[in-house]
């Protein structure tokens, strides 16, 4: 059951649904014609049929180990990360001026998307070199630039995220590490984090860490944290690897899925650091790196529900077993009402998703070309729901891929479960998915609703024009939309964040639901109402849709009666 | 974080919600009162905490194996079982006449349910002779029953049913195992059978399989089949375990989960067995313990739920991060908005699935007792519902539960991860939750509605009566009733049994939820509106209960647009 990369759908959607003519439109990405993205996706396509897919199972049975200190990458990871540096797939939206492609985010997203469903152990890799390098390209001195982006880009370099301790998850605030000037310009790192994807391998030159810390004068929580750049291995004169720097990887953990990918715990032990954007504002220039990962993690989620939905359907046109319902149907349980709904909601919900990843990425290249406030706002309201919903629908279409396997499910030689156990980090790393609805719910709304607003109208604009021919499609989208707008103005009346927070996860999920409507409806309006796009909008729109009546119940009950509940009450 | 039974919390439900003193109000169970009930539950709830929960997290590091043809189980289970069968628990509701203690159905389901909790792969075993056991007291021969009977209730030996084969799982009637008379009474079984739970172990005297398989002149198809027992040491003389028979552990399976329990492919090579019922009926026998296991599978799903559940919030109430967002809280992660929500879900739903697991046994044993067919037809109703509502509630809580723990969730040293795995299966084994789905509106709606329409009349019942004084509770599920009412006779109108199986899954879940916020509602009131109980069913009915309408919508939508996407299209 090989992965096949889904180029052409990528095509209908840049093409039909978030109108990437409008990223080509502008003279930063005029060379992003049709004809080039196409090229580029085709390329980029095979390198994951062909190259990455046949790793996946690799990770998961031969997990990364740590080996006296050293860590060894499962077998023929080297070669498959090899193929992404070759390929220059590590970075195609990084700067030409360090090797980069300059490609729009948009295309970034597609290709991400692929390489994740072909082996998502590996694809964390560079996600988190894609990261550093903008975190790099918009923070740095040109100094650092200059020595650094061109290895990253390249692949010859990896890049880590060190955020989190042992006692700072989602508070990032109450880090403890440390960071002290040694007198030449550089800084002393010290301190224990946790959970560093990708901590070390045995096939990049060298792993350049983000490191947050706090300099000696830093106040506590948020506002004392700067951001250092500590390579495992300090740059020469010439800006080749030289002596091994202070730090080392303690230990491994022992994970639900993702085994490929080596999580490390991380010990600095006052290793050479460079201060990165300007003391004690670590924060503003991790969150650079954490809104690119934020979608580059929906991203995540996606692929591996495309892999799992994949997989089920090969699966399923496969087994034979019992009669066939319907007359001149395939003969297997694809044909069964059940199994058809599964495999169709998996496939209408990856739409709703990655229309709403690309249409996110397609407001950061606005934003890019053009500078406009808001395109800027579009994108920063759209992140945390492609966040959120792209890697609940990794979660959820691959459950629902599990099932479609029957017993076969249950067995981990079919690869079905694995999607299920790789992709369950997603919702968890980059802020949880309750953190990204936080973010929703309380800064996304601080412009008073003006971002949501512009979506709703524009939703209600389509769905408006579509009404004469589609009515069916278009009336309930509106119909949610105008739903969605009186919860959005439910959230704006409650001053009390805690109002909002006790019903934000609902409210995102409901939000993309309406989104995800929108986009059918787009592609439907696209095919003139007869094709596969349309029928699937049909089938979301009618089914799938209408869960935002109840989710939106949910996300305007306010907080008073959680907290009615006390934890006694909880435990009882 | 041990485990604790929630003993009391069966109190209040017997007492309350599904009205165990009709149960002990019969001859049959008059023995059954409150304090003998309670007793039980105490004294198995403590067997549970001390002896099972410790052994749960071998079982998962230290799977079952098999070695040279014998299966060596998980360090510990060989005491764990002997607690269990020493302490009567293997089959509490089996007839006294065998040595069973003849206590209602609901007890065995929170018994069960416990177990569940403490150590699903370990449980799994007895749930499997409790199956058997019913099938043999219904169909087997007075000389079966005596020999075997005594020996499976006690626990000394065990039992398994031998159902699927590669070709034939949820099609049974597609099965290729054989039978051949020997000419003594007794026939020559041959073919394999995979996915055996618990297909061998070694910690009882023998293995009693159940084996489903075609007599020399069975029909094809399901009309066939012939039900055999098949032990794996054949009796002696004296009853005791004599030669082995002709079969044999061909290969335990590697699973995404529940790896103390050995999942085997068991090849039956001429060996001898009994025939159970007649000829050619073996599916009648089988659905007999298929719907005790049904029911009993739904509880495993409700005790990992409420084993996820107790883990979460202890972990929730350690974990500090950020400040407290309320005044006089815990200082814990448990004071946040959506953790706190995450917590509550999963109590509340925890809740509704045990009342409707509840209420199914209360409706098995009032059938049992008086033999009235509203009491059967109710108990086959709410079977199915409880089966997939039950499991659908483990799948979903822990996976929450592995939110709550936010990074550590994804580290398998928690825990947390291994109550979704294991939890998994349940709702594909015993019928997957989409052939529960399908039994519902097609083979429990044959009666025209009836048993459907009680429910819903009973519910709207206890909603008028509590409409003065808590309208804000009983309005909600009032209107839910009236709208799940209106799907049921969709269904009913549709004579192309396709067109229900479409919107099935849905439809279950629907008629889950209406259940839920019946059996809150009827704490609530039990509570006169005030207690952790009301503000648990505030919570459900306002936040969850509204999940009805968008599931209702999609239930009903019929199968057009579902093949209006050819296989092709899907792809595409």
Chains 1, 2 share one sequence.
Not at 171 to 176: F, P
């Amino acid at each position: 059951m090989p992965y096949r990369a889904p180029v052409e759908e990528y095509r209908f959607l840049f093409d039909h649904v978030v109108r990437m003519d409008q990223v080509s439109g502008t003279d930063r990405f005029a060379e992003a014609t049709p004809d080039m993205t196409s090229a580029i996706l085709s390329e980029a396509g095979r390198m994951c049929e062909e190259v990455l897919y046949p790793l996946q199972r690799n990770g998961d049975l031969h997990p990364a180990r740590l080996e006296n200190g050293v860590v060894r990458t499962s077998p023929g990871f080297t070669d498959g990360y090899r193929a992404i540096a070759d390929g220059g797939w590590v970075s195609i939206s990084a700067d030409p001026e360090h090797g980069g492609m300059g490609l729009p985010m948009a295309v970034t997203t597609a290709v991400n998307e692929m390489m994740a469903a072909a082996c998502l152990s590996l694809q964390l890799n560079p996600l988190m070199t894609q990261g550093q390098i903008e975190a790099l390209e918009h923070h740095a001195s040109d100094e650092i630039k200059a020595l650094y982006l061109p290895k990253l880009v390249s692949g010859e370099w990896s890049g880590t995220m060190n955020l989190t301790e042992a006692q700072a998850g989602s508070d990032v605030g109450a880090l403890r590490s440390k960071a002290e000037p040694n007198g030449d310009g550089t800084y002393a790192v010290t301190g224990q984090k946790i959970y560093i994807s990708w901590g070390d391998n045995d096939f990049t030159g060298n792993v350049c860490h983000l490191v947050l810390a706090r300099l000696p004068d830093g106040v506590e929580g948020t506002k004392g944290i700067s951001l250092f750049l500590v390579p495992k291995y300090i740059p020469d004169t010439e800006g080749n690897p030289g002596v091994a720097n202070s730090l080392n990887v303690v230990s491994l953990e022992h994970k639900l899925g993702l085994h490929g990918s080596p999580t490390a715990v991380m010990q600095f032990d006052g290793a050479t650091g460079w201060l990165i954007g300007h003391e004690h504002d670590g924060m503003r220039a991790m969150f650079t790196m954490m809104n690119n990962a934020r979608l580059g993690v929906g991203g995540q989620g996606i692929g591996a529900a495309e892999g799992a939905y994949q997989h089920a359907l090969a699966y399923a046109l496969e087994r034979k077993q019992g009669r066939g319902p319907v007359e001149g149907g395939t003969g297997t349980i694809a044909d069964h009402a059940d199994v058809r709904r599964m495999l169709t909601t998996m496939k209408a919900d990856i739409f709703a998703a990655r229309s709403i990843a690309l249409a996110c990425a397609v407001a950061i290249d606005m934003q890019n070309a053009t500078g406009g406030d808001d395109w800027a706002a579009r994108a920063a309201f759209l992140t945390p729901i492609a966040k959120a919903f792209g890697t609940e629908t990794g979660i959820e279409v691959s459950n629902m891929g599990i099932q479609v396997h029957g017993g076969m499910g249950f067995i981990e030689e079919t690869g079905a479960a694995q999607y299920n156990r790789d992709v369950r980090v997603t919702a968890i790393y980059e802020g949880t998915n309750g953190i990204q609805s936080m973010d929703l719910v309380a800064r996304k709304l601080m412009d008073g609703g003006e971002a949501a607003n512009a979506l709703l109208d524009e939703i209600e604009a389509q769905a408006e024009t579509a009404r004469h021919d589609f009515p069916e499609l278009a009336e309930p989208v509106w119909q949610a939309s105008e739903t969605l707008r009186e919860a959005v103005e439910w959230m704006l009346e409650q001053s009390d964040m805690n109002q909002r927070f006790a019903g934000s996860v609902p409210f995102l999920k409901a939000f993309a639901r309406v989104l995800g409507g929108h986009f059918h409806l787009s592609a439907a309006i696209a095919e003139k109402g007869s094709g596969p796009h349309s029928k699937l909008a049909r089938f979301y729109i009618e089914r799938l849709l209408p869960e935002h009546m109840g989710l939106l119940a949910h996300a305007t009950a306010g907080a008073e009666d959680l907290y009615a509940l006390s934890v006694e009450d909880l435990g009882a």
